[in-house]
């Protein structure tokens, strides 16, 4: 009897589930018809909100046009750089002179590398369409010349200074010592007049950078120079030259047409300034003998575009309008690359550890013949071979009578070491940052200073891993007036705040364990390009590359759904708060997951205010769970709908002065929102 009574109450509860199950389905179909109805002139709307992007990318455009005229008009004896006949008159100009006082060759120093920042902008700002391959060849070459006779005229000056050294004797010991420094860069001087062994170590008391000798130099007429530039124009050009990978407006039909193959991957949209390492490029010998990397710019709807985001080989495979021929030979180089990469672990692999607070050139030199006083005259015989390298160590030597050099080097402020770094030499035969040579590091934690020998005088970086802020643990966006905004990530090891208002952002704040740092680059008004290169410069990177994911573990999402959730997150930031939701995890790739609350006024969001959002790029929900609930589920909020927009999304519950606030909001506020999630692209590393 009861097995009779549980068989007919199990049948029920399986058809009382079916009848659930029908009305649900039923329902879902009715949602997807209604949206489907109402789509086009969704579409159509958002599309009308959408012309800000082009009117922002417009200003821009006209921006660009108006301070090149500026510049013309000023006359300010400056040149303008994109003019070959203006920066090659520039610099034959400067070669010539032949004041080498060291005061004023950093003075002119400093110009020359404004001149290689607006290069460098320019090619990371300028759109393809309005930058020629020729242009883009002629800005890095531009670039390289200027850091080379930067560098020459350093060291000239040098020369210039170790001709006199004999007039800057120290009492104590007899030697020469002089530090001399801009906020650009430190030159640390040494000679050593009296050759004896007890003075064969050295400290610049006011840099504490600092030096020890092995005996046969301590005895020799040699100089040695610690010279640190806090900027980097040692590794090859495409390590600053890499745009942010981000993804242009597409034009109106391409918005509308809601078809994936409208959007590429986001990494692969700006291929513009970047070189490709592993790419043959046409090379040129400089004047010092580096190598030249000239881009080698591809055309963005070219196959290696599509097969360039690393996610390997299925990827490849879902391409089918390539041939096969053409396949193989790009997996073929893939793997071939992996290979090359493993070989030599002394090579610095420059997508993952990044140089960090600028470049020590460390030199042992030949002391020049020193100016005699004699009388009234003063007399230097002058030797035409300009600044020589003293050999170090001996050609002859064994490897038993070539005593290291050690070095202390104490670390920059203005930048921030999370983890020890790596210490690296330049190895200018093979174009690369190398680890061997360097032994017996310590590093100082408390005092900021790392100590280390190296078996020859090598120009020395110290590298940080650009992952170790990612990824992110949380990040927040939030309206705090018209037209101004607020965006933090939780990173690892800092938490940054930027303030974002009209077409400029400002870093805040950035703190560490509570503790405020960094203070020399906050509190600026500049804008997303540049925003990102001071925290780079600063050892605090929150910006992915193109190949980040290879070092990291992320959340991959469809591009898709990523690059049109930051669109439509921008479109309404003026009026609605974002953050970080931990079920984007969990609502797999098609899918993006974040937090939303209609916000009006300038303080924090409550937590009650928050709701959760779904979105794949043309369909969004509004989520039943909330932040706290046991698991993941699509089940969508009692009463909401499907919308094909995240904007008609909102919309629905939404006030109308919020609305209003999104239809007046600034097209270059816009613009610089979507600039800055396109730069740190929370939906994917966090």
Not at 305 to 321: A, C, P, Y
Not at 582 to 601: C, D, I, R, Y
């Amino acid at each position: 009897q009861s097995s009779e009574e549980a068989r007919l109450q199990a049948q029920q509860e399986e058809a009382a589930r079916l009848e659930k199950e029908r009305i649900e389905q039923e329902q879902m179909e009715k949602l997807e018809a209604k949206d489907q109805e109402r789509r086009e002139s969704e579409l159509a709307e958002l599309h009308s909100l959408e012309q800000k992007f082009l009117a922002a990318q417009q200003w821009k455009t006209d921006y660009r046009a108006h301070a090149k005229w500026e510049h013309y008009l000023s006359c300010d004896g400056s040149p303008d750089p994109t003019v070959l006949q203006e920066i090659n008159a520039f610099m034959s100009l400067w070669r010539e002179d032949q004041n080498e006082d060291i005061q004023l060759v950093m003075e002119k120093g400093e110009q020359v590398l404004n001149l290689i920042q607006k290069l460098q902008f320019l090619l990371l700002d300028t759109p393809p369409n309005e930058i020629t391959e020729k242009e883009t060849v002629q800005y890095q070459e531009s670039i390289l010349e200027l850091q080379n006779l930067l560098h020459q005229k350093y060291n000239g000056a040098t020369e210039h200074m170790l001709k006199a050294a004999n007039m800057h004797e120290d009492s104590d010991t007899g030697n020469m010592q002089a530090v001399i420094k801009d906020k650009n860069v430190t030159f640390c001087i040494w000679a050593n007049l009296k050759k004896k062994v007890r003075f064969k170590n050295h400290m610049f008391c006011d840099t504490q950078h600092g030096f020890d000798l092995p005996k046969s130099l301590a005895v020799s007429s040699v100089a040695v120079r610690i010279l640190h530039t806090h900027y980097d124009h040692v590794s090859p050009l495409w390590l600053h030259c890499q745009s942010v990978p981000k993804l242009e407006v597409l034009d109106s039909k391409e918005l509308t047409q809601h078809s994936k193959g409208s959007v590429e991957e986001p990494e692969e949209e700006e291929k513009k300034a970047r070189e490709e390492p592993d790419m043959p490029a046409e090379e040129e010998t400089c004047s010092d003998g580096r190598k030249s990397a000239i881009s080698v710019k591809e055309n963005s709807n070219s196959i290696a575009d599509i097969n360039e985001t690393g996610e390997e080989t299925e990827k490849k495979s879902e391409i089918l309008d390539i041939p096969s021929q053409v396949q193989d030979p790009l997996m073929q180089e893939e793997t071939n690359e992996k290979e090359e990469a493993i070989t030599d672990e002394n090579i610095v692999d420059l997508q993952q550890f990044v140089p960090v607070g600028g470049v020590y050139h460390i030199d042992v030199l030949q002391l020049p013949p020193q100016v005699k006083q004699i009388k009234d005259w003063r007399m230097v015989e002058v030797l035409d071979v300009g600044l020589e390298a003293y050999p170090y160590p001996p050609e002859e030597a064994e490897d038993a009578t070539r005593p290291p050099v050690r070095i202390t080097l104490r670390l920059s402020d203005n930048v921030m070491y999370f983890e020890d770094p790596v210490i690296a030499r330049w190895d200018p035969a093979g174009q690369q940052w190398r680890t061997d040579g360097i032994s017996n590091i310590t590093y100082e934690t408390q005092e900021g200073s790392i100590t280390f020998e190296m078996g020859a005088f090598y120009t020395i970086a110290l590298l940080q891993d650009a992952h170790l802020n990612m990824p992110y643990q949380a990040w927040e966006l939030r309206p705090t007036g018209m037209d101004e905004a607020l965006l933090t990530v939780t990173a690892v090891f800092a938490t940054i705040q930027i303030q974002i208002k009209g077409n400029r952002c400002m870093l805040s704040s950035v703190a560490v364990e509570e503790k405020d740092v960094l203070s020399h680059v906050t509190g600026k008004w500049i804008s997303p390009l540049d925003l990102r290169a001071v925290l780079k410069k600063a050892g605090v990177n929150i910006f992915p590359g193109e190949y980040s994911h290879k070092y990291i573990s992320v959340n991959k999402k469809a591009p898709l759904a990523e690059v049109r959730a930051y669109q439509q997150m921008a479109l309404v930031a003026s009026a609605f708060a974002f953050a970080w939701s931990k079920w984007n995890l969990e609502a797999g790739q098609e899918q993006v997951v974040f937090k939303v609350s209609e916000h009006l006024k300038a303080d924090s969001v409550r937590g009650k205010d928050w709701s959760l959002y779904m979105f794949n790029g043309q369909k969004a929900q509004k989520l039943k769970i909330t932040e706290t609930s046991e698991a993941f589920s699509e089940e969508l909020e009692e009463g909401s709908e499907f919308h094909s927009t995240l904007y008609h999304m909102l919309k629905d519950f939404a006030s109308k002065e919020a609305i209003d606030k999104v239809e007046t909001a600034s097209f270059l506020f816009i613009d610089v929102v979507y600039q800055l999630l396109l730069a740190t692209r929370v939906l994917t590393y966090s």
